[in-house]
T-cell receptor
């Protein structure tokens, strides 16, 4: 059971570089989302999607782009990385978009921006 | 503006005793609440949830209580075990398609 798979697990970037964090789920979940975890800040929602072709902003969307071309994949793009984006990123999915189900999380991607 | 608040960053409890973790929320549109447990270097894992139509939900050693009038929920772990040592997050949803998380409480169960 793969569940929610995130790649890469670790990444170091220089300021201004771009990269994409990959997220894939094999549970046919409608809902997918990205969070970042920072000390003392908990988990903050970056972007989310309620289905293929539909995305929307969360609490901290600035500096990040997302797309949802398939049900399975929900990549997170950093177009010009900044040190403030150093964080641990989690992708999560849920069976339905009705917000009455549990979120399943990936293992996380640790990003350092120098 | 923090819509979901966990005001205790940490909690220490003796093994076998009860652990009580608290969470407050401000958005009256929230109608579904969840608790997650997180070990270092792992993703959060679901523990228990409660809908706003209930005031209590139990699952084994874990019970969640919801007080809608006070906009407060709590997670009780009885009896606490050393393996319960982790960071616990509460989360809320409702009104929009967003799950909003609190800042977490680090629980340490002392053997």
């Amino acid at each position: 059971n793969a569940g929610v798979t995130q790649t890469p697990k670790f990444q170091v970037l220089k300021t201004g570089q771009s990269m994409t964090l990959q997220c894939a789920q094999d549970m046919n979940h409608e809902y997918m989302s990205w969070y970042r975890q920072d000390p003392g800040m908990g988990l903050r929602l970056i972007h989310y999607s309620v289905g293929a072709g539909i995305t929307d902003q969360g609490e901290v969307p600035n500096g990040y782009n997302v797309s949802r071309s398939t049900t399975e994949d929900f990549p997170l793009r950093l177009l010009s990385a900044a040190p403030s984006q150093t964080s641990v990123y989690f992708c999560a999915s849920s069976r339905t978009a009705t917000n009455t189900g549990e979120l399943f999380f990936g293992e996380g991607s640790r990003l350092t921006v120098l | 503006d923090q819509q979901v608040k966990q005001n205790s960053p940490s909690l220490s409890v003796q093994e076998g005793r009860i652990s009580i973790l608290n969470c407050d929320y401000t958005n009256s549109m929230f109608d579904y609440f969840l608790w997650y447990k997180k070990y270092p270097a792992e993703g959060p894992t679901f523990l228990i949830s409660i809908s706003s139509i209930k005031d209590k939900n139990e699952d084994g050693r874990f019970t969640v209580f919801l007080n809608k009038s006070a906009k407060h929920l709590s997670l009780h772990i009885v009896p606490s075990q050393p393996g319960d040592s982790a960071v616990y997050f509460c989360a809320a949803s409702g009104g929009t398609y967003k799950y909003i998380f609190g800042t977490g409480t680090r629980l340490k169960v002392l053997a």
